[in-house]
């Protein structure tokens, strides 16, 4: 058995840390928790301790230090192959990668404006031309992939492409997004197929444990 340890920031607000946090939960690969306090005057040299990035999350495996969410994701996939953290059908594993990688290097105005804020509601702000029109690619990409590939999968289990995958691990901060500031994706051209896929992401038990740990780690700074 491997001894993976993920080195998280808050859960109310590391975004990049809820990703492989979440697909190794959903995955059923086991880990232990590291935990860097963010928005501290040491923040920087606590996450110099774990790598020589300073950056979270990191994955420490077998005296290996992996960072960058998504190159955690990619490492998963090649240590677990029978996970099918991608998609198998090499079409669906490309558009998927596409839709992953969109996320991890785009939509700087809703990251912007509309920060992870998991346990607190603030509808109606962050509401820029900017963030709105990124919202609105981001509902097509859940529809597109939803109604091409996620209901045509053998089992369909709500997610981009029927099963959970590193694609759907790189969206569950959006959706946190969407439903902390009041974001109406119907206004937005959904027809519904995108508010019942972020549905689907936000009553994942693994996000509801997540979440549980951010109120937590959010009263005990209060």
């Given at each position: 058995?491997?001894?993976?340890?993920?080195?998280?920031?808050?859960?109310?607000?590391?975004t990049?840390?809820?990703?492989?946090?979440?697909?190794m939960?959903?995955?059923?690969?086991?880990f232990?928790?590291?935990?860097?306090r963010?928005?501290?005057?040491?923040?920087k040299?606590?996450?110099?301790?774990?790598?020589?990035?300073?950056?979270?999350?990191?994955?420490?495996?077998?005296g290996?230090i992996?960072?960058?969410?998504?190159?955690?994701?990619?490492?998963?996939?090649?240590?677990?192959?029978?996970?099918?953290?991608w998609?198998t059908?090499?079409?669906?594993?490309?558009?998927?990668?596409?839709?992953?990688?969109e996320?991890?290097?785009?939509?700087?105005?809703?990251?912007?404006?509309?920060?992870?804020d998991?346990?607190?509601?603030h509808?109606?702000e962050?509401?820029?031309?900017?963030?709105?029109?990124?919202?609105?690619?981001?509902?097509?990409?859940?529809?597109?992939?939803?109604?091409?590939?996620?209901r045509?999968a053998?089992?369909?289990?709500?997610?981009?492409?029927g099963?959970?995958?590193?694609?759907?691990a790189?969206?569950?901060?959006?959706?946190?997004?969407?439903r902390?500031?009041?974001?109406?994706?119907a206004k937005?051209?959904?027809?519904?197929?995108?508010?019942?896929?972020?549905?689907?992401?936000?009553?994942?038990?693994?996000?509801?444990?997540?979440?549980?740990?951010?109120?937590?780690?959010?009263?005990?700074?209060?």
């Open positions: 058995m491997q001894d993976f340890e993920l080195v998280i920031g808050d859960k109310n607000w590391s990049w840390s809820l990703r492989p946090w979440i697909l939960k959903v995955a059923g690969i086991p232990r928790e590291a935990h860097i963010l928005r501290q005057e040491d923040t040299a606590q996450a110099l301790s774990h790598s020589p990035s300073g950056l979270v999350p990191v994955l420490k495996w077998d290996n992996v960072s960058d969410s998504l190159a955690i994701c990619e490492t998963l996939a090649d240590l677990f192959p029978e996970k099918t953290l998609p059908d090499l079409l669906e594993r490309a558009q998927a990668r596409s839709a992953a990688c996320m991890h290097s785009g939509f700087t105005d809703l990251r912007r404006d509309m920060p992870m998991i346990i607190n509601r509808p109606g962050g509401h820029s031309e900017g963030a709105l029109g990124h919202a609105r690619r981001i509902a097509d990409i859940w529809r597109t992939l939803r109604s091409r590939y996620g045509q053998k089992v369909d289990d709500g997610f981009l492409f099963h959970f995958t590193i694609a759907d790189m969206y569950v901060p959006v959706a946190t997004r969407f902390t500031y009041g974001v109406d994706l937005l051209g959904d027809d519904g197929l995108a508010k019942t896929y972020m549905d689907r992401l936000l009553a994942l038990p693994a996000f509801l444990e997540w979440e549980e740990g951010a109120r937590r780690e959010m009263a005990a700074r209060a």
